[in-house]
C-alpha cells in the first residue's frame, strides 16, 4: 500500500487549504480512510476519517470546521480545512488505519 499526500504550506489565520491523498495497492473503496496530525511536541492525533460508505467522523477541535471526502474511481481521499487556526499547525498524515502511513505534509498556520 502506497499513500503520498500532497497540498501542505503556509497559510493565514483563518485561511483555507485542500489536503489530497493518493491511494495505491489496496482495494481503496472497502477501506476506510483517515487523515491524522502531529504537532510539534504533541501526539499524533486523528482528524477525520471516512468509512467505506462514506460515513465521516471528526473531533470536537475541527468538527464544523474541516471536511473529508473520498473519490472511490480516483483513489483519492481530500480534507478541506476552513477557519485555520494556528494551532492547526501540523504535519498531517494520510492514513489507511491501523497499519499503512503516508509521508506527511506540513501544514503551517501563521498569527
Known amino acids: 500500500v502506497q499513500l503520498q499526500a500532497s497540498g501542505g504550506g503556509l497559510v493565514q489565520t483563518g485561511g483555507s487549504v485542500r489536503l489530497s491523498c493518493a491511494a495505491s495497492?489496496?482495494?481503496?473503496?472497502?477501506?476506510?480512510m483517515a487523515w491524522y496530525r502531529q504537532g510539534l511536541g504533541k501526539q499524533r492525533e486523528l482528524v477525520a476519517n471516512i468509512t467505506s460508505g462514506h460515513n465521516t467522523n471528526y473531533p470536537d477541535s475541527v468538527k464544523e470546521r474541516f471536511t473529508i471526502s473520498r473519490d472511490n474511481v480516483k483513489r483519492m481521499v481530500y480534507l478541506q480545512m476552513n477557519s485555520l487556526k494556528p494551532e492547526d499547525t501540523a504535519v498531517y498524515y494520510c492514513?489507511?488505519?491501523?497499519?499503512?502511513w503516508g509521508k506527511g505534509t506540513l501544514v503551517t498556520v501563521s498569527s
Open positions: 492514513s489507511l488505519p491501523p497499519k499503512f
Open positions: 495497492g489496496t482495494n481503496f473503496r472497502l477501506n476506510t
